[in-house]
Protein backbone atom coordinates (compact mmCIF):
# COMPACT_ATOMS: atom_id res chain seq x y z
CA UNK A 1 0.00 0.00 0.00
CA UNK A 2 1.25 3.60 -1.10
CA UNK A 3 1.04 6.26 1.62
CA UNK A 4 0.26 9.76 0.72
CA UNK A 5 1.85 12.51 3.26
CA UNK A 6 1.07 15.91 2.25
CA UNK A 7 3.16 19.08 4.25
CA UNK A 8 3.45 22.56 4.28
CA UNK A 9 6.24 24.98 4.84
CA UNK A 10 6.07 27.37 7.61
CA UNK A 11 7.34 29.66 10.43
CA UNK A 12 9.67 28.11 12.76
CA UNK A 13 7.45 27.27 15.88
CA UNK A 14 9.71 28.83 18.41
CA UNK A 15 10.23 32.10 16.06
CA UNK A 16 7.93 34.86 17.68
CA UNK A 17 5.74 36.49 15.03
CA UNK A 18 5.30 40.31 14.24
CA UNK A 19 3.34 41.94 12.35
CA UNK A 20 4.49 43.98 9.30
CA UNK A 21 4.13 47.88 10.35
CA UNK A 22 1.92 48.49 7.32
CA UNK A 23 -0.65 45.59 8.43
CA UNK A 24 -0.79 43.77 5.67
CA UNK A 25 0.75 40.25 7.10
CA UNK A 26 3.04 39.30 9.31
CA UNK A 27 6.52 39.69 8.64
CA UNK A 28 8.42 36.49 7.13
CA UNK A 29 11.86 38.35 5.88
CA UNK A 30 14.58 36.29 7.11
CA UNK A 31 12.47 34.17 9.45
CA UNK A 32 13.52 30.88 10.30
CA UNK A 33 11.12 28.40 8.40
CA UNK A 34 10.47 25.28 9.07
CA UNK A 35 8.24 22.01 8.83
CA UNK A 36 4.71 22.38 10.12
CA UNK A 37 5.57 20.04 13.38
CA UNK A 38 1.54 18.52 12.57
CA UNK A 39 3.45 17.46 9.07
CA UNK A 40 6.35 15.95 10.82
CA UNK A 41 3.96 14.07 13.17
CA UNK A 42 2.11 12.92 10.01
CA UNK A 43 5.54 12.16 8.14
CA UNK A 44 6.62 9.85 11.12
CA UNK A 45 3.18 7.76 11.44
CA UNK A 46 3.80 7.11 7.38
CA UNK A 47 7.47 6.07 8.02
CA UNK A 48 6.87 3.40 11.37
CA UNK A 49 3.70 2.07 8.90
CA UNK A 50 6.42 1.76 6.08
CA UNK A 51 9.03 -0.05 8.94
CA UNK A 52 6.12 -2.05 10.12
CA UNK A 53 5.93 -3.48 6.75
CA UNK A 54 1.83 -2.24 6.55
CA UNK A 55 3.02 0.33 3.67
CA UNK A 56 5.13 -0.01 0.51
CA UNK A 57 6.14 3.68 -0.09
CA UNK A 58 5.45 6.71 1.21
CA UNK A 59 5.52 9.90 -0.94
CA UNK A 60 5.36 13.07 0.43
CA UNK A 61 4.06 16.30 -1.70
CA UNK A 62 3.78 20.18 -0.98
CA UNK A 63 2.12 22.58 -2.44
CA UNK A 64 4.12 26.51 -2.88
CA UNK A 65 7.14 28.15 -4.30
CA UNK A 66 10.07 26.32 -4.81
CA UNK A 67 11.98 26.72 -1.01
CA UNK A 68 8.53 24.44 0.33
CA UNK A 69 11.67 21.43 -1.71
CA UNK A 70 13.27 22.09 1.39
CA UNK A 71 10.59 20.91 3.72
CA UNK A 72 10.23 17.65 1.00
CA UNK A 73 14.31 17.27 1.92
CA UNK A 74 13.23 16.65 5.21
CA UNK A 75 10.75 14.66 4.92
CA UNK A 76 12.21 12.54 2.64
CA UNK A 77 15.68 12.63 5.41
CA UNK A 78 12.78 11.29 7.62
CA UNK A 79 12.24 8.39 5.45
CA UNK A 80 9.67 9.17 3.04
CA UNK A 81 10.55 7.78 -0.72
CA UNK A 82 9.73 10.43 -3.27
CA UNK A 83 8.81 13.94 -3.40
CA UNK A 84 6.17 15.71 -5.28
CA UNK A 85 6.14 19.57 -5.45
CA UNK A 86 3.16 21.16 -6.96
CA UNK A 87 5.01 25.33 -7.94
CA UNK A 88 2.45 28.13 -7.46
CA UNK A 89 3.89 31.60 -6.65
CA UNK A 90 2.10 32.52 -3.33
CA UNK A 91 0.94 29.56 -0.67
CA UNK A 92 -2.67 29.04 -2.26
CA UNK A 93 -6.29 28.57 0.12
CA UNK A 94 -6.76 25.33 1.66
CA UNK A 95 -9.62 24.76 -0.56
CA UNK A 96 -7.38 25.47 -3.99
CA UNK A 97 -4.77 22.89 -1.83
CA UNK A 98 -7.48 20.53 -1.62
CA UNK A 99 -7.92 20.43 -5.32
CA UNK A 100 -4.87 20.62 -6.33
CA UNK A 101 -4.12 17.23 -3.82
CA UNK A 102 -7.44 15.60 -4.95
CA UNK A 103 -5.73 15.71 -8.23
CA UNK A 104 -2.19 14.44 -7.41
CA UNK A 105 -4.49 11.71 -5.30
CA UNK A 106 -5.97 10.64 -8.66
CA UNK A 107 -2.37 10.26 -10.37
CA UNK A 108 -0.93 8.42 -7.22
CA UNK A 109 -3.68 6.11 -5.70
CA UNK A 110 -2.90 5.74 -2.15
CA UNK A 111 -4.11 3.66 0.05
CA UNK A 112 -3.63 6.33 2.64
CA UNK A 113 -3.60 10.07 2.75
CA UNK A 114 -2.06 11.26 6.14
CA UNK A 115 -1.68 15.42 6.74
CA UNK A 116 -1.04 17.46 9.88
CA UNK A 117 -4.36 18.95 11.19
CA UNK A 118 -3.86 22.27 11.27
CA UNK A 119 -1.01 24.32 9.89
CA UNK A 120 0.65 26.69 12.83
CA UNK A 121 0.62 29.45 10.52
CA UNK A 122 -2.90 30.39 9.25
CA UNK A 123 -4.66 27.91 11.77
CA UNK A 124 -7.32 26.88 9.87
CA UNK A 125 -7.49 22.87 10.62
CA UNK A 126 -9.58 22.24 7.09
CA UNK A 127 -7.17 21.05 4.06
CA UNK A 128 -7.57 17.12 4.88
CA UNK A 129 -11.40 17.27 5.94
CA UNK A 130 -11.39 19.52 2.42
CA UNK A 131 -10.02 16.80 0.19
CA UNK A 132 -11.91 14.14 2.12
CA UNK A 133 -14.63 15.67 0.76
CA UNK A 134 -13.49 16.32 -3.13
CA UNK A 135 -12.14 12.62 -3.15
CA UNK A 136 -15.33 11.37 -1.53
CA UNK A 137 -13.22 9.55 1.00
CA UNK A 138 -13.75 8.76 4.69
CA UNK A 139 -11.47 10.78 7.52
CA UNK A 140 -10.27 10.13 10.62
CA UNK A 141 -9.41 13.97 12.70
CA UNK A 142 -7.14 14.66 15.18
CA UNK A 143 -6.06 11.23 15.29
CA UNK A 144 -4.44 10.24 17.93
CA UNK A 145 -3.66 6.41 17.05
CA UNK A 146 -3.84 4.66 13.69
CA UNK A 147 -4.38 1.13 13.55
CA UNK A 148 -4.71 -0.45 9.63
CA UNK A 149 -6.88 -3.67 9.45
CA UNK A 150 -6.82 -5.13 6.45
CA UNK A 151 -9.08 -2.89 4.19
CA UNK A 152 -9.91 -0.63 6.86
CA UNK A 153 -8.19 1.91 9.33
CA UNK A 154 -9.35 2.46 12.97
CA UNK A 155 -8.84 6.02 14.02
CA UNK A 156 -8.67 7.05 17.05
CA UNK A 157 -9.58 10.71 17.28
CA UNK A 158 -8.75 13.44 20.20
CA UNK A 159 -12.29 15.46 20.48
CA UNK A 160 -13.73 17.85 22.93
CA UNK A 161 -15.20 15.28 25.98
CA UNK A 162 -12.67 12.75 25.58
CA UNK A 163 -11.57 10.36 22.87
CA UNK A 164 -13.69 8.94 19.97
CA UNK A 165 -12.98 5.68 17.32
CA UNK A 166 -13.81 5.59 14.36
CA UNK A 167 -13.75 2.80 11.31
CA UNK A 168 -13.26 4.45 7.98
CA UNK A 169 -13.09 2.38 4.93
CA UNK A 170 -9.74 2.63 2.93
CA UNK A 171 -8.76 4.67 0.68
CA UNK A 172 -9.03 7.09 3.78
CA UNK A 173 -8.00 10.51 4.96
CA UNK A 174 -6.66 10.86 8.68
CA UNK A 175 -5.00 13.79 10.41
CA UNK A 176 -2.94 14.16 12.89
CA UNK A 177 -2.80 15.69 16.57
CA UNK A 178 -0.10 16.37 18.68
CA UNK A 179 0.22 13.01 20.70
CA UNK A 180 0.12 10.28 17.87
CA UNK A 181 3.80 10.00 18.03
CA UNK A 182 7.03 11.77 18.39
CA UNK A 183 8.88 11.72 15.44
CA UNK A 184 12.23 10.89 14.89
CA UNK A 185 15.47 13.07 14.29
CA UNK A 186 16.86 12.82 10.78
CA UNK A 187 20.07 11.49 11.18
CA UNK A 188 23.28 12.81 9.23
CA UNK A 189 23.45 9.79 6.35
CA UNK A 190 20.12 9.82 6.20
CA UNK A 191 20.12 13.96 5.17
CA UNK A 192 22.92 13.16 2.87
CA UNK A 193 20.61 10.07 1.34
CA UNK A 194 17.53 12.13 0.79
CA UNK A 195 19.23 14.46 -1.29
CA UNK A 196 19.74 12.08 -4.07
CA UNK A 197 15.66 10.97 -3.57
CA UNK A 198 13.38 11.92 -6.52
CA UNK A 199 11.87 14.71 -5.93
CA UNK A 200 9.08 15.76 -9.40
CA UNK A 201 7.69 19.46 -9.96
CA UNK A 202 4.57 19.71 -11.11
CA UNK A 203 2.33 22.62 -11.60
CA UNK A 204 -1.43 23.70 -11.28
CA UNK A 205 -2.11 23.70 -15.11
CA UNK A 206 -0.39 20.11 -15.31
CA UNK A 207 -3.40 18.93 -12.79
CA UNK A 208 -5.78 20.86 -14.51
CA UNK A 209 -6.71 22.94 -11.33
CA UNK A 210 -7.18 26.79 -11.88
CA UNK A 211 -6.59 28.55 -8.70
CA UNK A 212 -9.42 30.95 -7.76
CA UNK A 213 -9.60 33.42 -4.76
CA UNK A 214 -12.36 32.98 -2.47
CA UNK A 215 -11.08 35.53 0.47
CA UNK A 216 -9.33 38.38 0.79
CA UNK A 217 -6.69 39.16 3.27
CA UNK A 218 -7.95 43.04 4.09
CA UNK A 219 -5.31 43.35 7.53
CA UNK A 220 -3.26 41.79 9.92
CA UNK A 221 -2.90 43.21 13.28
CA UNK A 222 -1.09 42.55 16.85
CA UNK A 223 -3.52 41.15 18.97
CA UNK A 224 -4.93 43.10 21.90
CA UNK A 225 -1.97 43.34 24.53
CA UNK A 226 -3.07 42.52 28.26
CA UNK A 227 -1.58 44.79 30.81
CA UNK A 228 0.21 42.91 34.06
CA UNK A 229 -1.65 43.53 37.07
CA UNK A 230 -0.03 43.28 40.53
CA UNK A 231 2.07 41.14 42.72
CA UNK A 232 0.69 40.41 45.84
CA UNK A 233 2.79 39.55 49.18
CA UNK A 234 0.65 36.24 50.25
CA UNK A 235 -2.16 34.25 50.25
CA UNK A 236 -4.19 36.03 52.66
CA UNK A 237 -3.90 38.86 50.31
CA UNK A 238 -4.26 36.98 47.20
CA UNK A 239 -8.08 35.91 48.63
CA UNK A 240 -8.92 39.32 50.17
CA UNK A 241 -8.46 41.15 46.63
CA UNK A 242 -9.84 38.74 44.58
CA UNK A 243 -13.28 38.86 47.12
CA UNK A 244 -13.02 42.48 47.40
CA UNK A 245 -11.57 44.02 44.13
CA UNK A 246 -12.15 41.79 41.75
CA UNK A 247 -15.12 40.23 43.07
CA UNK A 248 -14.60 36.72 41.70
CA UNK A 249 -15.06 34.86 44.55
CA UNK B 1 -30.99 34.94 2.57
CA UNK B 2 -31.27 33.83 5.62
CA UNK B 3 -28.81 31.91 7.99
CA UNK B 4 -27.94 28.30 8.85
CA UNK B 5 -26.65 27.76 12.98
CA UNK B 6 -25.97 23.84 13.24
CA UNK B 7 -26.50 22.90 16.74
CA UNK B 8 -23.66 20.91 19.25
CA UNK B 9 -25.36 18.53 20.82
CA UNK B 10 -24.66 14.93 22.01
CA UNK B 11 -28.94 14.00 21.10
CA UNK B 12 -29.92 14.79 24.72
CA UNK B 13 -28.77 18.31 25.61
CA UNK B 14 -28.10 21.42 23.61
CA UNK B 15 -24.15 22.47 24.15
CA UNK B 16 -23.66 26.39 25.11
CA UNK B 17 -21.50 26.72 22.44
CA UNK B 18 -24.40 26.49 20.13
CA UNK B 19 -25.76 29.84 22.06
CA UNK B 20 -22.67 31.70 21.25
CA UNK B 21 -23.00 31.01 17.69
CA UNK B 22 -26.01 31.82 17.54
CA UNK B 23 -24.91 35.99 18.80
CA UNK B 24 -22.51 36.20 16.40
CA UNK B 25 -24.55 34.90 13.43
CA UNK B 26 -27.36 37.86 14.73
CA UNK B 27 -24.04 40.12 13.80
CA UNK B 28 -24.25 38.46 10.11
CA UNK B 29 -28.01 38.73 9.42
CA UNK B 30 -31.82 39.14 10.70
CA UNK B 31 -33.27 35.07 9.46
CA UNK B 32 -31.66 32.77 11.37
CA UNK B 33 -32.74 29.15 11.37
CA UNK B 34 -30.78 26.04 13.48
CA UNK B 35 -30.85 22.62 12.02
CA UNK B 36 -30.36 19.85 14.70
CA UNK B 37 -29.23 17.19 13.33
CA UNK B 38 -28.99 13.82 15.63
CA UNK B 39 -31.22 10.82 16.59
CA UNK B 40 -33.86 10.80 18.88
CA UNK B 41 -32.84 14.61 19.73
CA UNK B 42 -36.43 15.59 19.88
CA UNK B 43 -36.11 17.23 23.45
CA UNK B 44 -32.49 19.43 21.82
CA UNK B 45 -34.59 20.60 19.33
CA UNK B 46 -37.58 22.06 21.52
CA UNK B 47 -34.13 23.71 23.82
CA UNK B 48 -33.04 25.17 20.81
CA UNK B 49 -36.51 26.53 19.84
CA UNK B 50 -36.34 28.40 22.47
CA UNK B 51 -33.31 30.28 22.06
CA UNK B 52 -34.12 33.90 21.54
CA UNK B 53 -33.44 35.69 18.09
CA UNK B 54 -34.02 31.55 15.66
CA UNK B 55 -36.98 32.13 13.89
CA UNK B 56 -37.19 28.34 12.65
CA UNK B 57 -35.68 24.81 14.18
CA UNK B 58 -34.77 22.27 11.44
CA UNK B 59 -35.02 18.73 12.61
CA UNK B 60 -33.19 15.70 10.89
CA UNK B 61 -33.48 13.22 13.24
CA UNK B 62 -32.01 9.91 11.66
CA UNK B 63 -29.69 7.35 12.82
CA UNK B 64 -26.88 8.22 10.33
CA UNK B 65 -26.20 11.25 12.24
CA UNK B 66 -26.22 9.31 15.87
CA UNK B 67 -22.72 10.31 16.25
CA UNK B 68 -22.27 12.93 14.14
CA UNK B 69 -20.05 11.74 11.54
CA UNK B 70 -18.47 13.91 9.44
CA UNK B 71 -18.93 12.41 6.24
CA UNK B 72 -22.93 12.33 6.78
CA UNK B 73 -23.03 15.51 8.66
CA UNK B 74 -21.07 17.16 5.85
CA UNK B 75 -23.43 15.97 2.54
CA UNK B 76 -26.71 16.72 4.78
CA UNK B 77 -25.45 20.42 5.45
CA UNK B 78 -24.32 21.36 2.35
CA UNK B 79 -27.48 19.95 0.83
CA UNK B 80 -29.57 21.84 3.08
CA UNK B 81 -26.89 25.06 3.39
CA UNK B 82 -26.88 25.92 -0.15
CA UNK B 83 -29.98 28.01 0.08
CA UNK B 84 -28.29 30.43 2.68
CA UNK B 85 -26.06 33.43 2.41
CA UNK B 86 -23.77 32.06 5.68
CA UNK B 87 -23.81 28.53 7.57
CA UNK B 88 -22.35 28.95 11.36
CA UNK B 89 -21.15 26.33 13.26
CA UNK B 90 -19.40 26.82 16.45
CA UNK B 91 -15.45 25.63 16.39
CA UNK B 92 -15.80 22.42 18.72
CA UNK B 93 -14.09 19.40 17.47
CA UNK B 94 -17.11 18.46 16.04
CA UNK B 95 -17.91 21.30 14.25
CA UNK B 96 -13.77 22.04 12.97
CA UNK B 97 -14.78 17.97 11.66
CA UNK B 98 -17.73 18.33 9.64
CA UNK B 99 -17.79 21.96 8.32
CA UNK B 100 -14.74 22.05 5.67
CA UNK B 101 -16.53 19.02 3.75
CA UNK B 102 -19.30 21.78 3.56
CA UNK B 103 -17.79 23.97 2.56
CA UNK B 104 -15.73 21.86 0.32
CA UNK B 105 -18.83 20.55 -1.03
CA UNK B 106 -20.14 24.07 -1.47
CA UNK B 107 -17.22 25.19 -4.00
CA UNK B 108 -16.64 28.04 -0.93
CA UNK B 109 -13.63 28.69 1.38
CA UNK B 110 -14.13 27.96 5.01
CA UNK B 111 -13.69 30.80 7.47
CA UNK B 112 -12.36 29.38 10.71
CA UNK B 113 -12.51 30.26 14.26
CA UNK B 114 -14.13 34.00 13.96
CA UNK B 115 -13.54 36.20 17.48
CA UNK B 116 -15.29 39.47 15.64
CA UNK B 117 -18.07 40.36 12.83
CA UNK B 118 -17.27 43.18 11.07
CA UNK B 119 -19.86 43.15 8.43
CA UNK B 120 -22.23 40.43 6.76
CA UNK B 121 -18.84 39.30 4.68
CA UNK B 122 -16.30 40.58 6.70
CA UNK B 123 -14.48 39.00 10.01
CA UNK B 124 -11.94 38.60 12.29
CA UNK B 125 -9.92 35.25 13.17
CA UNK B 126 -6.65 34.85 15.59
CA UNK B 127 -3.41 33.62 13.49
CA UNK B 128 -0.19 32.05 14.55
CA UNK B 129 -1.58 30.70 17.21
CA UNK B 130 -3.19 34.49 18.62
CA UNK B 131 -0.16 36.50 17.78
CA UNK B 132 -2.01 38.20 15.24
CA UNK B 133 -5.26 39.08 13.78
CA UNK B 134 -6.56 38.94 10.40
CA UNK B 135 -9.65 40.32 8.84
CA UNK B 136 -11.02 38.62 5.74
CA UNK B 137 -13.60 39.14 3.77
CA UNK B 138 -14.84 36.30 2.23
CA UNK B 139 -15.67 36.78 -1.89
CA UNK B 140 -18.24 33.54 -2.01
CA UNK B 141 -21.72 33.83 -2.10
CA UNK B 142 -22.03 31.42 0.20
CA UNK B 143 -19.88 32.04 3.74
CA UNK B 144 -19.00 28.99 5.54
CA UNK B 145 -17.96 30.06 9.19
CA UNK B 146 -16.77 28.49 12.44
CA UNK B 147 -16.99 30.43 15.35
CA UNK B 148 -14.65 30.62 18.54
CA UNK B 149 -17.22 30.07 21.60
CA UNK B 150 -14.93 32.90 23.94
CA UNK B 151 -15.50 35.20 21.47
CA UNK B 152 -18.97 35.53 21.74
CA UNK B 153 -21.83 35.62 24.75
CA UNK B 154 -24.48 32.74 24.88
CA UNK B 155 -27.69 33.94 23.37
CA UNK B 156 -30.22 33.28 25.88
CA UNK B 157 -33.93 32.11 25.60
CA UNK B 158 -36.64 33.99 24.08
CA UNK B 159 -40.13 33.16 22.31
CA UNK B 160 -39.89 29.49 21.22
CA UNK B 161 -39.96 29.29 17.22
CA UNK B 162 -41.77 26.61 15.14
CA UNK B 163 -39.75 23.08 14.18
CA UNK B 164 -39.82 21.24 10.93
CA UNK B 165 -38.62 18.69 10.27
CA UNK B 166 -37.19 17.54 7.41
CA UNK B 167 -36.46 13.68 5.95
CA UNK B 168 -33.14 13.85 4.21
CA UNK B 169 -31.17 10.91 5.53
CA UNK B 170 -27.25 10.92 4.06
CA UNK B 171 -25.75 7.47 5.18
CA UNK B 172 -22.46 7.81 3.13
CA UNK B 173 -21.68 3.87 4.82
CA UNK B 174 -17.76 5.60 4.23
CA UNK B 175 -17.07 5.49 8.35
CA UNK B 176 -18.89 3.91 11.39
CA UNK B 177 -18.76 5.17 14.73
CA UNK B 178 -16.74 2.35 17.28
CA UNK B 179 -16.54 3.65 20.67
CA UNK B 180 -16.63 6.90 22.55
CA UNK B 181 -14.77 7.07 26.14
CA UNK B 182 -15.44 10.39 27.56
CA UNK B 183 -13.42 12.02 30.49
CA UNK B 184 -15.89 11.42 33.78
CA UNK B 185 -15.96 13.86 36.04
CA UNK B 186 -18.46 15.62 38.90
CA UNK B 187 -16.69 19.00 37.78
CA UNK B 188 -17.63 21.12 35.18
CA UNK B 189 -16.19 21.50 31.42
CA UNK B 190 -13.29 23.10 30.93
CA UNK B 191 -15.12 25.24 27.63
CA UNK B 192 -17.93 26.37 30.05
CA UNK B 193 -16.56 26.63 33.64
CA UNK B 194 -16.82 29.99 35.32
CA UNK B 195 -13.66 29.13 37.44
CA UNK B 196 -10.66 27.42 35.87
CA UNK B 197 -7.29 26.06 37.75
CA UNK B 198 -4.44 24.81 35.45
CA UNK B 199 -1.38 23.24 36.42
CA UNK B 200 1.92 23.00 34.33
CA UNK B 201 5.32 21.30 34.88
CA UNK B 202 5.63 22.79 38.12
CA UNK B 203 3.59 20.35 39.59
CA UNK B 204 5.66 17.41 39.37
CA UNK B 205 3.79 15.16 38.75
CA UNK B 206 0.14 13.47 38.17
CA UNK B 207 -0.57 12.87 42.07
CA UNK B 208 0.04 16.45 42.70
CA UNK B 209 -3.17 17.59 40.79
CA UNK B 210 -5.01 16.56 43.71
CA UNK B 211 -3.97 19.57 45.27
CA UNK B 212 -5.63 21.67 42.34
CA UNK B 213 -8.58 19.26 42.30
CA UNK B 214 -9.25 20.07 46.60
CA UNK B 215 -9.20 23.89 45.75
CA UNK B 216 -11.61 23.08 42.19
CA UNK B 217 -14.18 21.20 44.46
CA UNK B 218 -14.12 24.29 47.21
CA UNK B 219 -14.59 26.86 44.11
CA UNK B 220 -16.55 24.69 41.97
CA UNK B 221 -14.44 24.95 39.34
CA UNK B 222 -13.21 22.91 36.41
CA UNK B 223 -9.39 21.74 36.35
CA UNK B 224 -7.05 22.44 33.42
CA UNK B 225 -3.34 21.61 32.41
CA UNK B 226 -0.90 23.31 30.24
CA UNK B 227 0.35 21.33 27.23
CA UNK B 228 4.30 20.81 29.07
CA UNK B 229 2.16 18.99 31.93
CA UNK B 230 0.58 17.04 29.42
CA UNK B 231 3.75 16.28 27.64
CA UNK B 232 5.15 15.06 30.60
CA UNK B 233 2.38 12.55 31.45
CA UNK B 234 1.37 14.11 34.33
CA UNK B 235 -2.89 14.17 32.84
CA UNK B 236 -4.33 13.42 30.26
CA UNK B 237 -4.92 15.29 26.48
CA UNK B 238 -8.88 16.38 27.24
CA UNK B 239 -7.15 18.76 30.07
CA UNK B 240 -5.32 20.76 27.57
CA UNK B 241 -5.75 24.22 27.74
CA UNK B 242 -3.98 26.44 24.71
CA UNK B 243 -3.56 27.09 21.14
CA UNK B 244 -3.51 23.17 20.54
CA UNK B 245 -5.66 22.25 23.43
CA UNK B 246 -8.73 23.99 24.53
CA UNK B 247 -9.49 28.22 24.48
CA UNK B 248 -10.96 29.08 27.35
CA UNK B 249 -12.48 32.46 28.76
CA UNK B 250 -13.43 32.06 32.21
CA UNK B 251 -14.32 34.67 34.78
CA UNK B 252 -11.40 33.44 37.10
CA UNK B 253 -8.20 31.85 35.53
CA UNK B 254 -5.69 30.43 38.29
CA UNK B 255 -2.43 29.04 36.69
CA UNK B 256 -0.26 27.04 38.65
CA UNK B 257 2.86 25.96 38.34
CA UNK B 258 2.83 27.07 34.53
CA UNK B 259 5.52 29.24 33.18
CA UNK B 260 3.02 31.09 30.44
CA UNK B 261 4.10 29.72 27.12
CA UNK B 262 2.90 31.62 24.27
CA UNK B 263 1.06 28.48 23.47
CA UNK B 264 -0.78 28.24 26.50
CA UNK B 265 -1.53 31.98 26.85
CA UNK B 266 -3.53 31.71 23.30
CA UNK B 267 -6.10 29.92 24.97
CA UNK B 268 -6.37 31.43 27.88
CA UNK B 269 -5.67 35.17 27.76
CA UNK B 270 -9.10 36.04 26.98
CA UNK B 271 -10.33 35.20 30.84
CA UNK B 272 -11.89 38.21 32.75
CA UNK B 273 -9.36 37.61 35.85
CA UNK B 274 -5.91 36.16 35.67
CA UNK B 275 -3.99 34.77 38.81
CA UNK B 276 -0.42 33.22 38.36
CA UNK B 277 0.99 31.31 41.37
CA UNK B 278 5.10 30.45 40.55
CA UNK B 279 7.89 30.22 42.20
CA UNK B 280 10.22 31.56 39.43
CA UNK B 281 9.28 35.42 38.89
CA UNK B 282 10.56 35.84 35.83
CA UNK B 283 7.77 33.62 34.40
CA UNK B 284 5.95 34.87 31.59
CA UNK B 285 2.69 34.14 33.07
CA UNK B 286 3.17 36.93 35.31
CA UNK B 287 2.87 39.44 32.16
CA UNK B 288 -0.75 38.79 31.47
CA UNK B 289 -1.78 38.10 35.58
CA UNK B 290 -3.74 40.90 37.03
CA UNK B 291 -3.03 39.15 40.30
CA UNK B 292 1.01 37.18 40.72
CA UNK B 293 1.70 35.50 43.48
CA UNK B 294 5.49 35.00 43.77
CA UNK B 295 5.85 31.24 45.61
CA UNK B 296 6.00 28.02 45.62
CA UNK B 297 2.91 25.96 44.99
CA UNK B 298 3.53 23.63 47.31
CA UNK B 299 2.86 25.80 50.62
CA UNK B 300 0.15 28.15 48.54
CA UNK B 301 -2.07 25.66 47.51
CA UNK B 302 -2.95 23.68 51.02
CA UNK B 303 -3.16 27.26 52.62
CA UNK B 304 -5.34 28.79 50.11
CA UNK B 305 -8.08 25.45 50.30
CA UNK B 306 -7.75 26.38 54.18
CA UNK B 307 -8.65 29.94 53.60
CA UNK B 308 -11.53 29.19 50.66
Given amino acids: MKILVSVKRVIDYNVKVRVKSDNTDVDLANVKMALNPFCEIAVEEAVRLKEAGTASEVVVVSIGPKPCQEQIRTALALGADRGIQVETEEMPESLNVAKLLAKVIEEEQPGLVIMGKQAIDSDNNQTGQMLAALTDMPQGTFASEVKIDGDKVNVTREVDGGLQTVELNMPAIVTTDLRLNEPRYASLPNIMKAKRKPLDVKTPAELGVELKAHTKLLKVTPPAERQAGIKVASVDELVEKLKNEAKVL | ?308
Fill in chain 2, 1 to 308: MAILIIAEHDNRTLKTATRNAVTAATQMGDELHLLVAGSNCKAVAVAASEIAGINRVLLSDDLAYEHQLAENMGKLVAEIGKDYSHIVVPATTSGKNFLPRVAALLDVAQISDITAVESENTFQRPIYAGNAIATVESLDAIKVISVRSTAFEPAGNGPSSEISELNISCDCKLSAFVEEVVAESDRPELTSAEIIISGGRGMGNGENFTLLEQVADKLGAAVGASRAAVDAGFVPNDMQVGQTGKIVAPELYIAVGISGAIQHLAGMKDSKVIVAINKDEEAPIFSVADYGLVADLFDVMPELQKQL
